[in-house]
């Protein structure tokens, strides 16, 4: 059982930035694919960003692209999203998640992920 805790939420104003923090429980961190996703009311959870075990293949929404930056740290179990450049249209809930099993895995689909935090709040006020 993989646990995830996601912080760092809060609101902002638009044109400001927050970065989210999600800490994994397991000792093998380093193995997981790792994903963000969110979900504002009434609409669909969103891909956002992907990030490959080691770090070196990353993968974004296109309505985040060059705004965002997916990173992780595995020494310190933790995978972080940076958001710049904030508009209230990124306004949501905002997921961590973890593929850890050899099932079929597409980052940018949230049902091929094993493990999910329990979201956080995301506010851009204009």
């Known amino acids: 059982q993989v646990q995830l805790v996601e912080s760092g939420g809060g609101s902002v104003q638009a044109g400001g930035s927050l970065r989210l923090s999600c800490a994994a429980s397991?000792?093998?961190?380093?193995?997981?694919?790792m994903g963000w996703f969110r979900q504002a009311p009434e609409k669909e959870r969103e891909f956002v960003a992907s990030i490959s075990p080691s770090g070196s293949f990353t993968d974004y929404g296109d309505s985040v692209k060059g705004r965002f930056t997916i990173s992780r740290d595995n020494a310190k179990n933790t995978v972080y999203l940076q958001m710049n450049s904030l508009k209230p249209e990124d306004t949501a809930v905002y997921y961590c998640?973890?593929?850890?099993?050899?099932?079929?895995?597409?980052?940018?689909?949230?049902?091929?992920?094993?493990?999910w935090g329990q979201g956080i709040q995301v506010t851009v006020s204009s």
């Open positions: 998640a973890a593929k850890t099993s050899a099932t079929l895995y597409i980052p940018r689909v949230s049902r091929t992920y094993d493990y």
């Open positions: 397991g000792r093998t961190f380093s193995t997981y694919r």
